[in-house]
């Protein structure tokens, strides 16, 4: 069974930095590609960040390159997202996502798999 599960949110002051983390069960970790999207309040899900299957390549939405840096340790069936100088507008819950269906790396239609999600709350 497919599991994901996300780590490491919570509640931080502006300028400050968090790293979240998602371990991964039940799916061959290595041969995907892993993205993190997230969800503010009111909003729709949005892309944040994608890693190819081996770590070669990274991809980022435009408001947090720069800033926030997703990685992976496929021995570990860990992928993590280092997020520095967070402001306000990051609040929302963070979901890491496997990437099973070929399209486009910045939809979620392409990511078959979730996880649950993890708070990252950052005040003014």
């Known amino acids: 069974q497919v599991q994901l599960v996300e780590s490491g949110g919570g509640l931080v002051q502006a300028g400050e930095s968090l790293r979240l983390s998602c371990a991964a069960s039940?799916?061959?970790?290595?041969?995907?590609?892993m993205g993190w999207f997230r969800r503010a309040p009111g909003k729709e899900r949005e892309f944040v960040a994608a890693?190819?299957?081996?770590?070669?390549?990274?991809y980022y939405a435009d408001f947090v390159k720069g800033r926030f840096t997703i990685s992976r340790d496929n021995a570990k069936n860990m992928v993590y997202l280092q997020m520095n100088a967070l402001k306000p507008e990051d609040t929302a819950v963070y979901y890491c996502?496997?990437?099973?269906?070929?399209?486009?790396?910045?939809?979620?239609?392409?990511?078959?798999?979730w996880g649950q999600g993890t708070q990252v709350t950052v005040s003014s």
């Open positions: 996502a496997v990437r099973q269906v070929a399209g486009s790396l910045h939809s979620a239609t392409s990511y078959g798999r």
């Open positions: 039940g799916v061959a970790f290595s041969a995907y590609f």
């Open positions: 890693i190819t299957s081996s770590g070669g390549s990274t």
